[in-house]
């Protein structure tokens, strides 16, 4: 089971788009996706109380730091994947995740305010690494990119994250009308009408690059996977809970 976080201490960096994205695409190729949904705004949960989603996909919300072990140790054998939608802070719950999980994820728009957010997630990232003398899987994910012009501001952030020497994902997300349409219905790439929302195919094939850069980050060719720094604490517990019923 591969854990993936989505981390910004800024709200509205593109981490919910993201998740969605990422989960959709997954269970569009056939893996049983969980997201659990961290965010006090709860809007992946409502997604999937009023979407089109698929049987594989589950949401989890309400999810604190005293019950994300627990979630992850009853998902296990269940899922292939569980995707993580932090809320906008650095605080313990977002600690707890990262030092969860496989790949944690940074959003960032094109902007300095989101730069600084990721730069806080980023400082907690070396604070975990130092005390646990262990290496966390991350990137920065690039988000709302305009895909004609290239800002002033996106090559300063740019610039940053290359002086900072921190890894970027390949694919950005572009900022697409269908990645904004899809909260509106409770929609999925594929359930959007083409006549109605422009350049969907194109929508549908960053997405899917996104999710193939995702999946390498995850599995580096020649090497393991390298599990968070947390995970032997989360799975050492000799409980055992009860299996996770996915929707039909």
Same mark, same amino acid.
């Given at each position: 089971? @591969? ?10 960096? #593109? ?79 977002? +600690?707890?995740?990262? #030092? ?14 989101? @730069? ?15 005390? +646990?003398? *262990?290496?966390?899987?991350? *990137? ?33 997300? /572009? ?18 009408? *083409? ?15 996104? *999710?193939?850069? /995702?999946?390498?980050?995850?599995? $580096? ?21 009860? $299996? ?5």
């Amino acid at each position: 089971m @591969a854990i993936v976080s989505l981390a910004n201490a800024k709200g509205g960096a #593109g981490k919910t788009t993201a998740a969605l994205l990422l989960a959709s695409e997954l269970v569009r190729r056939g893996d049983r996706v969980a997201v659990l949904d961290c965010d006090q705004l709860a809007c992946m949960a409502d997604w999937f109380r009023h979407g089109r989603s698929d049987s594989n996909l589950s949401v989890i919300s309400g999810v604190t730091t005293t019950t994300l072990s627990d979630h992850l140790r009853r998902l296990r054998g269940c899922v292939e994947h569980v995707v993580i939608d932090l809320s906008g802070a650095a605080d313990v719950l977002v +600690a707890l995740a990262i #030092g969860l999980s496989d790949l944690t994820l940074i959003p960032v728009q094109g902007c300095v305010m989101d @730069a600084r957010g990721a730069t806080q997630v980023l400082e907690l990232i070396r604070y975990i690494e130092n005390n +646990a003398h *262990a290496n966390i899987n991350h *990137a920065v994910l690039l988000t709302r990119v305009n895909a004609i012009v290239t800002t002033r501001a996106m090559r300063k952030v740019k610039l940053m994250l290359a002086e900072c020497k921190i890894r970027l994902v390949d694919t950005p997300l /572009v900022e697409r009308t269908a990645f904004r349409e899809l909260f509106e219905q409770g929609d999925t790439l594929y359930s959007l009408d *083409a006549a109605r929302v422009s350049n969907l195919a194109k929508a549908q094939a960053n997405a899917r690059a996104f *999710a193939d850069d /995702v999946l390498r980050l995850l599995n $580096p060719a020649g090497e393991a996977m390298r599990h968070g720094p947390f995970s032997s604490m989360c799975y050492r517990s000799e409980r055992t809970a009860d $299996p996770v019923v996915l929707p039909a």
